[in-house]
C-alpha cells in the first residue's frame, strides 16, 4: 500500500508543481492582459474624446469599458463615431483636393491677370504719351491757328485798304474823266472860235486794254476798235492802276482791233502788255 502511495504522491507533487509554474505564468500573462487593457481603455476613452460625440462622460466610459457586460455599447458608439470621423475626413480630403485644383487654377488665373495687368499699364503708358505728344501737337495747331487768324485780319486790313484805294482810284479816274471832258470842250470851243481843223471825236470814257507793245517799233494793239468809236489821229493816256504811264495815237482802227504810236515825248515809265488806254 505505501508503495502503491508513492508514485501517486510524486505524481501529485508534480502536478502541484507543475500548476504552480503555469499559476505563476499565468499570473504574468494576466498582469500583462490586464496592463494591455488598461491602456486600450485609455486609449479608446482618448480616442472617444477626440471624436465628435457629445454627451460622453469619459469616467462613465472608462467604468463601462472595465466591465465586460456594459463594454460593447461605448465600443460600438466609438466606432460608429470613428466611421463617421474617417467619412468627414475623406469628405474633407476631397474638398481639400478640389480646393487645391480651384486654386492652383485661380493661381494661374491671377499670373494671367497679372500679365494682363502689366500689358494694359504698358499701353496706358503708351497712350499717355501719346496723348501728350497729341496735345503738344495740338499746341502748335492752335498757335498756327491764332498766326492763321491774325494773318487773316492782316490781310482783310489789306483788302480794305486796296479796296479804299481803288475806290479812291475810281474817283480820280472819273475826274479826269470829267477834266479831259472839260479839256475837250474847252478845245472844241477855242478851235470853233479860231477856226482850226477839229480832232477825231471819240466818245469820252472808251476804255481799252493793250494787247502787244513792240518797243521796237514803238507801236502797240488795242484791243479796241471802231465798233467801240475809235478813229484814227485821237490820242488816249495811257494808265496802270492809278499811275500815268504815258500816251498813245491811234494809227489804224480795225473793227476790234486798233494799232496806236507811243507818244515817247508823254513817256513817264515803260510801257506794258496789260496796260489801260483812256480816252
Do not use: C, F, W
Given at each position: 500500500m505505501g508503495k502503491a502511495l508513492k508514485p501517486l504522491v510524486i505524481v501529485l507533487l508534480v502536478l502541484g508543481l507543475v500548476s504552480l509554474i503555469l499559476g505563476s505564468m499565468l499570473f504574468g500573462k494576466r498582469e500583462v492582459l490586464k496592463g494591455r487593457t488598461l491602456r486600450h481603455e485609455e486609449a479608446i476613452v482618448k480616442i472617444a474624446g477626440?471624436?465628435?460625440?457629445?454627451?460622453?462622460?469619459?469616467?462613465?466610459?472608462?467604468?463601462?469599458?472595465?466591465?465586460?457586460?456594459?463594454?460593447?455599447?461605448?465600443?460600438?458608439?466609438?466606432?460608429?463615431?470613428?466611421?463617421?470621423?474617417?467619412?468627414?475626413?475623406?469628405?474633407?480630403?476631397?474638398?481639400?483636393?478640389?480646393?487645391?485644383?480651384?486654386?492652383?487654377?485661380?493661381?494661374?488665373?491671377?499670373?494671367?491677370?497679372?500679365?494682363?495687368?502689366?500689358?494694359?499699364?504698358?499701353?496706358?503708358?503708351?497712350?499717355?504719351?501719346?496723348?501728350?505728344?497729341?496735345?503738344?501737337?495740338?499746341?502748335?495747331?492752335?498757335?498756327?491757328?491764332?498766326?492763321?487768324?491774325?494773318?487773316?485780319?492782316?490781310?482783310?486790313?489789306?483788302?480794305?485798304?486796296?479796296s479804299n484805294q481803288l475806290v479812291k482810284s475810281e474817283e480820280e479816274i472819273r475826274d479826269i474823266q470829267d477834266k479831259v471832258a472839260t479839256l475837250e470842250k474847252v478845245i472844241q470851243d477855242m478851235e470853233s472860235k479860231e477856226g482850226l481843223p477839229g480832232t477825231a471825236k471819240v466818245p469820252v470814257g472808251t476804255m481799252g486794254r493793250i494787247l502787244v507793245v513792240n518797243p521796237d517799233w514803238n507801236f502797240v494793239i488795242l484791243d479796241i476798235g471802231s465798233e467801240q468809236g475809235l478813229v484814227p489821229n485821237a490820242e488816249m493816256l495811257i494808265h496802270r492802276k492809278d499811275q500815268l504811264v504815258g500816251k498813245v495815237r491811234i494809227s489804224a482802227v480795225e473793227k476790234t482791233l486798233a494799232v496806236a504810236e507811243i507818244m515817247n515825248d508823254w513817256a513817264r515809265q515803260p510801257v506794258n502788255e496789260g496796260d489801260y488806254v483812256l480816252f
Open positions: 477626440n471624436l465628435k460625440m457629445p454627451g460622453i462622460n469619459p469616467e462613465q466610459l472608462t467604468q463601462q469599458l472595465k466591465d465586460y457586460n456594459t463594454m460593447q455599447s461605448p465600443l460600438d458608439l466609438v466606432a460608429v463615431a470613428a466611421h463617421n470621423q474617417y467619412e468627414e475626413l475623406e469628405q474633407t480630403r476631397q474638398d481639400l483636393a478640389t480646393t487645391r485644383n480651384e486654386l492652383a487654377a485661380t493661381k494661374s488665373e491671377l499670373e494671367n491677370t497679372k500679365n494682363d495687368l502689366v500689358a494694359a499699364q504698358q499701353r496706358i503708358t503708351e497712350l499717355n504719351d501719346t496723348i501728350e505728344q497729341k496735345n503738344a501737337e495740338l499746341v502748335i495747331a492752335n498757335g498756327r491757328v491764332t498766326q492763321l487768324e491774325q494773318d487773316k485780319q492782316n490781310l482783310q486790313l489789306q483788302i480794305d485798304d486796296l
